[in-house]
């Protein structure tokens, strides 16, 4: 049997979503579909349970947005960025849609990055919603749940606020008015 011990690395559990994703994305399904590759992702999950929480660093990622551009987490150091988790048929979610609208309109791109992670199956029913919604902040369509695992993301809609420095400020498992407002003191203090 193969030895996948990683416990030397169990404390950067963000270093390890970040592996843990790459695995999956770059990887060849012939080696995550062995037996050692599915031993070392079932290993690097056992570490990797608990999401991210606040005072954590942001696990990084890059993926394409709904435009096909790349979208690095690396790159927006020095801005605050948003992350909302979402989907269409999601009651919450659509109803937190406003809010974004409203964070989006008070705050500059140059200061907040909002990204949208949509967790429908439909790309076709996806983006129709974002032209319908008239979502004007970025979108990446993660039905493969790749950065939805990455920050431990297993019912939504869930928000997150990182700081400048890559930390995660705020949690929270929807966007109500009184999040709203938690958000914007994070934005307008700093």
């Known amino acids: 049997m193969v030895d996948f011990s990683l416990t030397f690395l169990a404390k950067d559990t963000a270093y390890l979503r970040?592996?843990?994703?790459?695995?999956?994305?770059?990887?060849?399904k012939k080696f995550i579909n062995s037996f050692e590759g599915i031993q070392l992702i079932n290993r690097l999950k056992s570490y990797v349970i608990s999401p991210p929480k606040e005072g954590q660093t942001a696990p990084l990622f890059v993926a394409k947005d709904v435009e096909d551009n790349d979208v690095d987490l690396n790159k927006l150091n020095g801005k605050y960025i948003l992350l909302d988790f979402w989907a269409t048929w999601c009651g919450p979610?659509?109803?937190?849609?406003?809010?974004?609208?409203?964070?989006?309109?008070?705050?500059?791109?140059?200061?907040l990055v909002i990204i949208g992670i949509n967790k429908d199956n439909d790309f076709n029913k996806f983006k129709k919603e974002i032209e319908q919604s008239k979502m004007n902040w970025r979108q990446i369509f993660d039905n493969k749940n790749i950065i939805s695992s990455l920050y431990g993301v297993t019912a939504i809609p869930v928000t997150l606020l990182i700081n400048k420095h890559g930390v995660i400020?705020?949690?929270?498992?929807?966007?109500?008015?009184?999040?709203?407002?938690?958000?914007?003191?994070?934005?307008?203090?700093?």
Not at 18 to 23: G, K, Y
Not at 95 to 110: C, I, Q, Y
Not at 170 to 190: D, T
């Open 93 to 111: 979610c659509m109803a937190a849609v406003p809010l974004v609208k409203k964070l989006r309109a008070n705050f500059s791109s140059d200061s």
């Open 18 to 28: 970040s592996l843990l994703v790459s695995l999956k994305s770059i990887f060849p």
């Open 169 to 190: 400020i705020y949690r929270s498992l929807g966007l109500s008015i009184n999040n709203e407002k938690q958000i914007e003191s994070f934005l307008k203090n700093n």
